[in-house]
């Protein structure tokens, strides 16, 4: 039973440039989230999906962030026009359907974004 | 607003010494309290959780937790560390009215042989 598949492992951009990570969740979960984390820092809460509908996206930046979670496919974090005060790791982390907030979320092993 | 405090960034040891990571915790409401475990270069590994009922908690890998309500605390511990506990361990919270992970800042655990 494979676990949560993140793609890149790493991912280099120059600034200006556009940053695509994705997350495949783990087989039979239905929730998604995308937690970022800065050097020396804990992981911060961006944004919680479910198939097709964004559930909670108050920890994602304002400007150039975007989610989905489409019905067919890996979720997708973008980010537009990096700068680079986005390099940091980004973890996706899964939970199965209907379990809300007492369910482990099971994380991926992480994307780490660097921009030149 | 949910915030959790690891006073320790890091915890160096000896192997098998005791050690214990701090944690403690800020909620209007009743909370749900994860230990994390992250080897470097990994995802997070959740080491174990409290959601009600009894106040210790343990781990497969011996380590336990204890929930104090009265010291918003969320402590965990073990009797004797091994070289291979070297990791980040990170403190979480959560509660039933939101489904996101409030994490600490982390505490680095190191062990000497």
């Known amino acids: 039973n494979a676990g949560v598949m993140q793609n890149p492992r790493h991912l280099v951009r120059r600034r200006g440039q556009e940053a695509r990570l994705r997350c495949s969740p783990m087989k039979g979960h239905s929730h998604v989230y995308w937690y970022r984390q800065l050097p020396e820092e804990g992981l911060k809460f961006m944004v919680y999906?479910?198939?097709?509908?964004?559930?909670?996206e108050s920890g994602m930046p304002k400007e150039r962030f975007s989610a989905e979670f489409p019905k067919e496919g890996p979720s997708i974090l973008r980010i537009q026009q990096v700068v680079r005060g986005d390099s940091a790791a980004y973890f996706c982390?899964?939970?199965?359907?209907?379990?809300?907030?007492?369910?482990?979320?099971?994380f991926g092993p992480g994307t780490r974004l660097t921009v030149l | 607003a949910q915030s959790v405090t690891q006073l320790d960034s890091q915890v160096p040891v000896f192997e098998e010494a005791p050690v214990e990571l701090r944690c403690n915790y800020s909620?209007?409401?009743?909370?749900?309290l994860f230990w994390y475990v992250q080897y470097p270069n990994q995802g997070l590994q959740l080491l174990l959780k409290?959601?009600?009922?009894?106040?210790l908690v343990k781990s497969i890998n011996g380590f336990e937790a204890e929930f104090n309500k009265s010291q918003t605390s969320f402590h965990l511990r073990k009797p004797s560390v091994h070289i291979s506990d070297t990791a980040e361990y990170f403190c979480?919270?959560?509660?039933?009215?939101?489904?996101?992970?409030?994490f600490g800042t982390g505490t680095r655990l190191q062990v000497f042989p």
């Open positions: 909620s209007s409401v009743s909370v749900y």
């Open positions: 979480a919270v959560t509660s039933y009215n939101t489904d996101k992970l409030i």
């Open positions: 999906l479910q198939k097709e509908n964004i559930i909670d």
């Open positions: 409290y959601l009600s009922g009894s106040t």
């Open positions: 982390a899964s939970s199965p359907p209907n379990g809300g907030s007492t369910d482990t979320q099971y």
